[in-house]
């Protein structure tokens, strides 16, 4: 009897291991199957929201943040033709999907890798991450078109689907570009455009700030910094360059035509940001009385900023455009400069980028694009940062503001 129940219980046995063995479609010692089970969530990629299932957004590539586009768009391209809002430029999902399969590749050519020229490259950067487009080569022409042929023929040797810059001399720079656009580059541009070039043949097309809106901003806190009366300087770029012109240009004729009891007593143009602390120097022993300077972009105000502290001035009020450190700091501490028309080159860089995949896709791009513009003032100088940078202000400025 208990051999009989033996037998039975080793049959019962081997026949429930047969069992399981049978149910298992693993091979042994598999880690995947091995591994308990858990509550943890899942970290693998929700893309409920994406078309294809390949990490493609629903709504494709817009730009981050956007702004909503002013009643009047008061900027025009070179040629004259009414600039497009910004926030126009867009891929839908399948568009994406197209350029993220091409592999493209691009070059980014800086200008002076200030603050403002690195928010340009980082928001370039992040459009190009978002659309499978390597960046292969970068460079800086600081401002010399020298320098910016040196880097284009370096570019060209690269090989690149698309290059991006900010053309310096335009009435003889034709030639640094030829070259890559007549190779097939699909070229697009920061603000300014080369002498004779039209947009969707020779480049794709250029993307801006509200210029003229940048100098009726500036004039406008000028004349409140000042009182509404009394002489001032204005330090403006003496070469051909269409955006620094424009935005010069709003600046005097918003002073001429809405206050008339500001003079401009006169104009000091450089052709280098380095002539403008020289400028300066001699304005202000010809002018002892001014009461403001206007300065046409922060890297020449630095300098005449620096020249307006040696001579113990600090009755002369400063305005300028574009966002920089030390510009910054000085506002926060009260100092000279009292106002910033700021624009935003993040989007600008992005911009850029998603022209330029326009191009490579056979899209019809804009010619010319404009971005917002806004005003800064010590009130509101941290929320400036965020808007136009994209990044918290210095731990020097925030301890200035709080001090």
């Known amino acids: 009897m208990k051999t009989t129940k033996c037998i039975a219980l080793l049959l019962a046995i081997v026949m429930t291991l047969a069992l399981f063995a049978g149910c298992s479609n693993s091979p042994a010692n598999d880690p995947a199957t091995d591994a308990p089970a858990t509550d943890a969530p899942s970290t693998a990629p929700d893309n409920s929201d994406n078309t294809d299932g390949n990490d493609i957004p629903a709504e494709g590539l817009t730009f981050p943040n956007p702004v909503e586009a002013p009643e009047t768009i008061t900027t025009v391209g070179p040629d004259g033709s009414p600039a497009a809002w910004y926030t126009e430029l867009e891929l839908t999902p399948e568009e994406l999907a197209q350029v993220r399969s091409m592999n493209l590749t691009a070059c980014f050519e800086l200008i002076n890798a200030s603050e403002w020229d690195n928010a340009n490259l980082i928001g370039f950067q992040d459009a190009c991450e978002a659309m499978n487009i390597k960046i292969v080569g970068q460079g800086c022409c600081d401002l010399d078109p020298i320098q910016q042929k040196t880097n284009m023929e370096s570019f060209a040797a690269l090989n690149p689907d698309i290059v991006t810059c900010q053309p310096q001399d335009l009435d003889v720079c034709a030639p640094t570009f030829d070259p890559l656009w007549q190779a097939g580059v699909k070229l697009t541009f920061m603000s300014n455009v080369p002498t004779g070039y039209t947009a969707g043949k020779e480049y794709v097309g250029a993307i801006t700030d509200s210029i003229v809106d940048m100098g009726i901003d500036s004039a406008e806190m000028m004349a409140d910094a000042i009182g509404g009366e009394g002489e001032i300087l204005a330090i403006t770029v003496a070469d051909v360059n269409y955006v620094c012109n424009t935005r010069d240009d709003a600046f005097l004729k918003t002073i001429a035509e809405q206050y008339p ?135 020097d400025v925030q301890a200035a503001l709080n001090g």
């Open 261 to 395: 009891n500001i003079t401009v007593a006169e104009v000091g143009g450089f052709s280098s940001p380095n002539e403008a602390a020289q400028i300066t120097s001699a304005l202000l022993t010809k002018y002892p009385n001014v009461k403001g300077i206007f300065v046409s972009y922060s890297t020449p105000c630095i300098d005449v900023l620096q020249t307006v502290k040696a001579l113990g001035r600090t009755d002369i009020k400063i305005v300028t455009m574009d966002l920089d450190t030390t510009c910054a700091l000085d506002m926060a501490q009260g100092g000279n400069i009292v106002g910033i028309a700021c624009d935003m080159p993040y989007a600008m860089g992005y911009g850029r980028a998603l022209m330029a995949a326009y191009a490579c896709i056979g899209k019809e791009c804009p010619g010319y694009v404009t971005s917002p513009s806004f005003k800064v003032t010590r009130e509101n100088l941290l929320e400036g940062y965020r808007t136009s940078l994209g990044i918290e202000a210095s731990a």
